[in-house]
Nanobody
Framework: VQLVESGGGLVQAGGSLRLSCATSGITFDDYAVGWFRQAPGKKREAVSCISLNDNNTYYQDSVQGRFSVSADSARDMVYLQMNNLKPEDTAVYYC????????????????????WGQGTRVTVST
């Protein structure tokens, strides 16, 4: 399994970025993919996660209404559209994947995920 993130960068507060996660080695519909982030000195936290078989989603409260997760099964890609970015969104963003049985629950805890990308840095300036 390989996950490769892209799309990070430097953006001003209020701006937008779209992160991409290229997946390989997974049966797309059998997995959940999560976007996590880790700021300096803080624990890694789930930002948004999606179950790929039914597109159920989870969002952290602080990004609800600003971020949107989506998946393209034809391209084996998962995206995180981030709008109205704030300085507190500054972090390294990671894409992660885990096999999941059919369920309404969307995995959202770091220990629930087995495969991780290398991360892409997002910096939001004031």
């Amino acid at each position: 399994v390989q996950l490769v993130e892209s799309g990070g960068g430097l953006v001003q507060a209020g701006g937008s970025l779209r992160l991409s996660c290229a997946t390989s080695g997974i049966t797309f519909d059998d997995y959940a993919v999560g976007w996590f982030r880790q700021a300096p000195g803080k624990k890694r936290e789930a930002v948004s996660c999606i179950s790929l078989n039914d597109n159920n989603t989870y969002y952290q409260d602080s990004v609800q209404g600003r971020f949107s997760v989506s998946a393209d099964s034809a391209r084996d890609m998962v995206y995180l559209q981030m709008n109205n970015l704030k300085p507190e969104d500054t972090a390294v963003y990671y894409c992660a994947a885990t096999w999941m049985a059919v369920s309404t629950y969307v995995p959202r805890v770091t220990t629930e995920y087995d495969y991780w990308g290398q991360g892409t840095r997002v910096t939001v300036s004031t």
